[in-house]
C-alpha cells in the first residue's frame, strides 16, 4: 500500500500545514512526496519517540503532522510518547505504520505488530484505521486527515481476490452475502477470506470486511446487526486474540443483547514452531491462509465443548 500512501499524500501536499515525519524509512517510495513537500519532509532518524513527540508539539501549533514508520516502532517504541504526548491532549497527530500483522516475515517478532491495535484501542480519542484493500487507502488518508484527534493507520498488503472489485471504502462493509456463519474480517484478512469463500455455495457464510477501530467509535452497522442474530460468529484478524475485535465484539455482543448460535476467533498464534519465515508462512501456522479460511468454513465450530470445557456450560 506504499504507492498508493505516497500518491494520496501527494495530493494532500498543498496544504500548507501539512508536515510529513519519516522514521529513517520509505526510500524507493516517499520520493514523490519529499519533492512535493521539500522543507516539510523531515527524516526524523531512527528516533521513533522524539518523532512522535516532535509531531505532537507541531499538532499543538496548529500544523498537521503525519509520520511514518515500521509498526511496531510506532506503537510500541513510543508508546509512552503516544499516550502522554498525542492522547492525553488529543491532538490531531496521524501515525502510519507499516508492515501490520506479519508483513515484515523473516525479520522476526521484532518487526511483527501482532498487538498494535489492542493496546491501542485502551488509549483515549485514539481511532485506528485498517484499510484492507489498496484501493482504500486513499479514502483512508481523508478520513484520518479531517478526523480532530489523533490517528494511526495500520498499513498492510491489499490483497483483493482475482476478478474481484473492492467497494467502495466504509468502515464496515459485506463483502460476500450468504446464509451460514457471519465471517469478520479485519483490514488486509478480508481479501484472504474472500478468496478462500469465492467458491462456496449461497447458503455458505457471510462476510465482512471490518477498516476502522474501536468499536465505541465505529460501531456495527444495523445491517451487520440484523445479519448476525442467531447465526454463528467468527473473527479473523492478524492480531493476537487479547484485545483484538473477537473479543471486543463478543463483549459488545453479550453487551448488547444479541444472542449468537457460536464464536470462534481466528487470530496470529505468535510462533508455535519457534521459527520464523514469510507473512504467509506465518499466517499458515496462525490458521489465517485461505486453505484453513476454506475448511472452517464448512466445518466451523463442534457441537459439542472441548474436553477441557466440558462441565462449564451447567
Not at 529513517?24 to 518523532?51: C, S, V, Y
Not at 485506528?128 to 495500520?154: C, H, K, Q, T
Not at 455458505?204 to 460468529?233: D, I, N
Not at 470462534?264 to 499466517?283: D, E, I, K, L, M
Amino acid at each position: 500500500m506504499r504507492r498508493e500512501l505516497c500518491e494520496a499524500l501527494v495530493a494532500r501536499a498543498s496544504r500548507p500545514d501539512l508536515v510529513f515525519l519519516t522514521g529513517d524509512l520509505g526510500f524507493g517510495a516517499l520520493e514523490p512526496l519529499r519533492d512535493a513537500l521539500g522543507e516539510r519532509f523531515l527524516n526524523a532518524g531512527i528516533a521513533e519517540q522524539n518523532m512522535i513527540g516532535v509531531a505532537a508539539a507541531l499538532a499543538s501549533e496548529g500544523l498537521e503532522p503525519w509520520t511514518y514508520t515500521i509498526a511496531p516502532f510506532c506503537y510500541a517504541r513510543a508508546f509512552e510518547q503516544i499516550r502522554n504526548d498525542v492522547c492525553f491532549h488529543r491532538l490531531p497527530v496521524r501515525m502510519l505504520a507499516n508492515g501490520g500483522g506479519y508483513g515484515y516475515g523473516v525479520m522476526g517478532p521484532t518487526h511483527h505488530a501482532l498487538e498494535d491495535y489492542g493496546i491501542l484501542s485502551t488509549l483515549p480519542s485514539l481511532r485506528i484505521l485498517v484499510p484492507a484493500f489498496d484501493s482504500d487507502v486513499a479514502a483512508v488518508v481523508e478520513a484520518a486527515g479531517r478526523d480532530p484527534g489523533p490517528v494511526y493507520v495500520r498499513l498492510g498488503r491489499g490483497e483483493l481476490p482475482a476478478g474481484c472489485t473492492a467497494p467502495p471504502y466504509a468502515p464496515w462493509r459485506r463483502l460476500r452475502e450468504g446464509s451460514g456463519p457471519v465471517i469478520v474480517a479485519v483490514g488486509p484478512m478480508a481479501g484472504v477470506a474472500w478468496s478462500a469463500l469465492m467458491s462456496e455455495a449461497e447458503d455458505g457464510p457471510e462476510l465482512w470486511a471490518v477498516s476502522e477501530l474501536p468499536l465505541a467509535m465505529s460501531p456495527p452497522p444495523p445491517a451487520f446487526v440484523q445479519a448476525l442474530a442467531g447465526r454463528k460468529l467468527c473473527v479473523v484478524e492478524e492480531h493476537v486474540a487479547q484485545g483484538g475485535l473477537g473479543q471486543a465484539l463478543a463483549a459488545w455482543c453479550l453487551e448488547t443483547g444479541i444472542a449468537v448460535a457460536g464464536f470462534r476467533p481466528v487470530t496470529a498464534a505468535g510462533y508455535p514452531s519457534g521459527t520464523y519465515g514469510s507473512q504467509g508462512f506465518h499466517r499458515r501456522e496462525s490458521g489465517l491462509d485461505p486453505d484453513a479460511l476454506r475448511s472452517l468454513s464448512r466445518d466451523y465450530l463442534p457441537d459439542h465443548l472441548p474436553d477441557h470445557l466440558q462441565g462449564l456450560s451447567a
